[in-house]
C-alpha cells in the first residue's frame, strides 16, 4: 500500500487531518504515558505526591460545616489521576479533594 493509498482521518484532539497509522501510533504512545496527568495549580506550577499547598481563596467545605480560610497549609497532597482535583488531609475533615485551581504550590 502507497502513502497516497492511506486513510486519513479526523484526530479531535489535534484538529487535523493525519494518516490512520500516525495517528495509531499517537493513540499507542499516549496509552503508556496515559499514567502521567500533569496537575498544576492556580498560577501554573506541576504538583507532585507530597507537595504543600495553599488555598488562594476562602472555600465552604461541603458536609463539614466549615470553611476552610485563605492562606490555609495543607500538608501532603496526593494526585488522584484527574488533571483537575487533589486529595488531601485536614484535621476535622474526612476525605477533603479539593480543585488544583484553588491551590497555590508552597
Do not use: H
Amino acid at each position: 500500500m502507497s502513502t497516497s493509498d492511506e486513510d486519513y482521518v479526523y484526530d479531535e484532539a489535534s484538529g487535523e487531518w493525519m494518516p490512520a497509522s500516525e495517528l495509531a501510533s499517537r493513540n499507542e504512545a499516549a496509552a503508556d504515558g496515559a499514567d502521567l496527568v500533569e496537575v498544576r495549580d492556580a498560577v501554573g506550577n506541576l504538583l507532585a505526591d507530597g507537595d504543600q499547598v495553599t488555598l488562594i481563596k476562602d472555600l465552604n467545605v461541603k458536609g463539614a460545616g466549615r470553611t476552610l480560610k485563605q492562606g490555609t497549609l495543607i500538608k501532603s497532597i496526593r494526585l488522584t489521576g484527574d488533571a483537575q482535583e487533589i486529595d488531601c488531609r485536614f484535621p476535622g475533615i474526612k476525605g477533603l479533594v479539593l480543585r488544583a485551581e484553588f491551590v497555590k504550590k508552597r
